[in-house]
């Protein structure tokens, strides 16, 4: 066997191909695998913007929050959530059961790995579920393992010493541009011009992967089904707010159903004592949050997102287009991230920065003070002061006129790559898993999918 044929090759080396790799090493696999990532190594993933080096994204190729060894859920708040009610789909291919045992196993994974430490918490059966349906909000249950932004990383360095000692090879930089099946496999080429020969084929791309998954898959003739599109606002407002709230279950997944519209609109991705980010996806800024395990980078600050779903229909496909479209919206208008206090949005006027001068939120996020019903459609927009007011029922104080828009959230999903309960395409060998197959959306999940396939392809080499 030359130096470029392998046994298996793992395409991202995201929450996916991450535990993919870290299962084939557990059970001992006697195969010579290799994973290819676009992105830089742990130690090198260093974002302009956080280092203090600039103000604002600088479009770094690639980008150092998206890509890289653990993907796009490095630099995160770390959160896993144990459940199938939200997070993706991964349930309905594998069933609940396996898929509830694969994220529990996951979670022990983490708290062997340096995850001991952080708590675990729970929304069932709490009195915040009896409170928001009092209110006709729902709250989805979930076990929810928070690391922080810091003990994530640090985890994910131990894990990657582990793959590093087992039989795992990793090549970043690796920008695959393309596959084609062979009579013994696969072949894979980088952007480099390198190329790579397989039996089995693990794509792993991620969420920054979306565009490239969805041309291989086309490539292979793999149906591929449009996905929704998440467009919302991050809402930033002083932590005692919330404090009854994220000090119970710390993640409260809030489902709402607005009378205007009839629309979904939804809590997502909750940072207590937090910061507001950026994050640059195929060169669009859109925002997120962050949160911390270090006491000493605590704020006093909690951020969350809302999010209204999006599920365009025929003839209409391109549901990740018509995301990356408000957000570009609200990049030309604020070369960036737009930022407006609640009072300004409601009352239909500008957040200038006189205005935010006499703001008591403090924001940790440096965005341009603007207007946010220039770029988010008004039916979203409706949908999300109307979902503001009602949270204000079971958290008073978070329709102050001081409360800050974050714009514009966008949560992108990949077009969901069609797999048989094996995660296995119609072509043999060929395995889709993680964010990037549009099955799963949430770290647990997809660290579940890669265990779910190594495990597969166990059978095959013991």
């Known amino acids: 066997m030359s130096e470029k044929e392998y046994d298996i090759i793992i395409v991202g080396a995201g929450a996916g191909g991450v535990f993919a790799s870290y299962e084939l090493t557990k059970l001992g696999v006697p195969a010579r695998v290799l994973v290819l990532e676009k992105g830089y190594s742990l130690e090198q993933r ?3 913007i956080t280092e203090g080096k600039v103000e604002a994204c600088i479009h770094c190729e690639p980008c150092a929050i998206m890509n890289g060894y653990g993907g796009a859920g490095t630099l995160s708040d770390g959160k896993y959530n144990i459940t199938t009610e939200f997070g993706g789909d991964l349930h309905l291919r594998i069933g609940v059961r396996q898929a509830i045992a694969l994220m529990e196993y996951v ?3 983490l708290i062997g790995m340096g995850g001991a430490e952080a708590r675990l918490y729970s929304t069932a059966g709490t009195e915040l579920k009896t409170l928001a349906l009092q209110n006709n909000l729902h709250l989805l249950d979930a076990k929810v393992r ?3 932004t810091d003990r994530n990383v640090r985890i994910l360095s131990t894990i990657y010493d582990y793959l590093k000692a087992g039989q795992i090879e990793m090549r970043f930089g690796a920008d695959v541009t393309g596959c084609e099946k062979t009579e013994n ?3 894979v080429r980088t952007a480099a011009g390198e190329t790579y020969a397989c039996r089995e084929l693990i794509l792993a791309m991620g969420r920054s992967g979306s565009g490239r998954m969805g041309a291989i898959m086309e490539g292979f003739g793999v149906t591929l089904k449009s996905n929704r599109v998440d467009i919302g606002v991050r809402v930033e407002l002083p932590a005692e707010i919330w404090e009854h709230i994220t000090s119970e279950v710390y993640e409260s997944k809030i489902v709402y159903k607005t009378d205007k519209y009839n629309d979904l609109v939804r809590t997502f991705c909750m940072n207590p004592h937090g910061e507001v980010v950026t994050e640059n996806t195929n060169g669009i800024i859109t925002v997120n949050g962050h949160s911390y395990a270090d006491p000493k980078l605590l704020t006093g600050n909690t951020n969350f997102a809302l999010l209204v779903t999006n599920k ?3 003839p209409f496909q391109g549901s990740n287009a018509y995301g990356e479209s ?3 919206l609200s990049n030309m208008l604020g070369g960036g991230v737009l930022l407006q206090r609640f009072g300004d949005l409601v009352k239909g006027r500008r957040s200038s920065g006189k205005r935010m001068e006499k703001c008591f939120t403090v924001p940790t996020l440096r965005a341009t003070p603007g207007d946010l019903s220039l770029v988010i459609p008004k039916r979203q927009l409706d949908d999300i002061i109307e ?9 008073p104080g978070t329709s102050n006129e001081d409360t800050l828009l974050y714009g514009v959230e966008v949560k992108f999903y990949n077009s969901e790559v069609e797999v048989d309960d094996h995660l296995e395409t119609k072509i043999p060998g060929l395995y889709a898993i993680g964010d990037a197959s549009g099955v799963t959306h949430s770290l647990s999940q997809a660290s579940a999918s890669g265990v779910f396939v190594a495990r597969r392809l166990a059978e095959k080499y013991l």
Do not use: N, Q, W
Request: aromatic letters at 8%; one cysteine or more; glycine letters at 8%.
């Open 146 to 148: 928070h690391l922080g």
């Open 312 to 314: 365009l229909t025929e």
């Open 326 to 328: 408000i957000a570009r």
């Open 46 to 48: 260093k974002c302009p």
């Open 387 to 395: 979902m503001i007011y009602a949270l204000d029922k079971i958290a």
């Open 107 to 109: 979670d022990s994974v």
């Open 185 to 187: 496999g696969f072949l």
